[in-house]
């Protein structure tokens, strides 16, 4: 692996003449934080436990911060960039700063919601500073679209990031918990302050680790079906399960025999089950076309 030069990521001078340089200015619309702080990437990477193995997907790369560390520690990198000026200047910002590890760096110019595959060898590991806006559908997109996926760290606002991590019983557990669940082992890896991005969010933001299970659920039902649940429970979040899951299954007296058949309380609700007790109630459902989507 060639060393890289000692000033290879960027700062907040050089973010800011690239943004200039560009016609660049940060928009709201997608969510865009450009991280200026070179030890914050480092630190993200170090999370993360990139290996010099590691093929990283990277989503939303901006002008390149993370992706200048990422390239530092990992075998090759892919940013999926939906910017049209970002995605354009990227590879050029990479062969400037790093040309030693240009060749172990590729694009993918496309909204990251309709990447199903990507260039060169299969992910290993997933790494991004998610916008706010899409951080949940863009995780759980990548997640099922890559299963060689193994570790994944991003950043997120700070309360996305506890409804992720967020465990059966919390006020915060909720839809993005359970399928963030469904494939991997979640927890908190962390705290971000506002003062490392260009523009200041008027948030905290927050790291999570997500190492995907080394075997998946043992159910007959599928991730469909299971999701369709999931949905289901939490679209009335304050009614118990026999009535909020009366339209998916039918009626409240269905919804009650498939709970009673998971061996789940008809009386709970959704913030108290874990998946695989979603999974359960999914199996258990009079009919299989209650869970397609």
């Known amino acids: 692996m060639t060393s890289p030069t000692p000033d290879a990521l960027l700062g907040p001078a050089d973010i800011r003449e690239l943004a200039a340089a560009l016609g660049v200015r940060p928009t709201k619309q997608r969510g865009q934080n450009f991280v200026i702080d070179a030890n914050t990437v480092r630190r993200i990477v170090r999370t993360a436990e990139v290996r010099p193995d590691d093929v990283v997907v990277e989503v939303g790369p901006g ?160 991730r469909r079906e299971v999701f369709a649940v999931v949905d289901a429970a939490f679209a009335q979040r304050r009614k118990t399960l026999r009535a909020a899951l009366a339209g998916w299954a039918g009626s409240a007296a269905a919804a009650e025999a498939a709970l009673v058949a998971a061996g789940v309380s008809p009386q709970a609700r959704g913030e108290s089950l874990t998946v695989e007790e979603f999974a359960r109630i999914a199996e258990h459902a009079t009919s299989k076309e209650q869970g397609q989507q």
């Open 63 to 222: 002008l390149g911060s993370l992706t200048l560390a990422l390239l530092e520690a990992a075998d090759r990198v892919t940013a999926v960039e939906i910017d049209d000026v970002l995605a354009a200047a990227l590879p050029a910002t990479v062969a400037a700063r790093m040309p030693g590890r240009a060749e172990r760096f590729a694009l993918v110019h496309s909204d990251a919601m309709h990447v199903t595959e990507l260039p060169g060898p299969a992910p290993t590991a997933l790494v991004a500073n998610l916008p706010y806006n899409v951080a949940v559908p863009v995780l759980l997109h990548m997640l099922e679209s890559f299963p060689s996926i193994e570790r994944t760290l991003v950043m997120v606002q700070s309360e996305v990031a506890d409804r992720l991590a967020a465990a059966p019983g919390s006020k915060v557990y909720g839809v993005p918990s359970v399928k963030a669940n469904w494939y991997a082992e979640v927890k908190r890896a962390g705290a971000i302050g506002r003062n490392v991005f260009w523009p200041a969010p008027n948030v905290d933001s927050g790291l999570v680790s997500l190492v995907r299970r080394a075997e998946p659920l043992k159910t007959t039902a599928s």
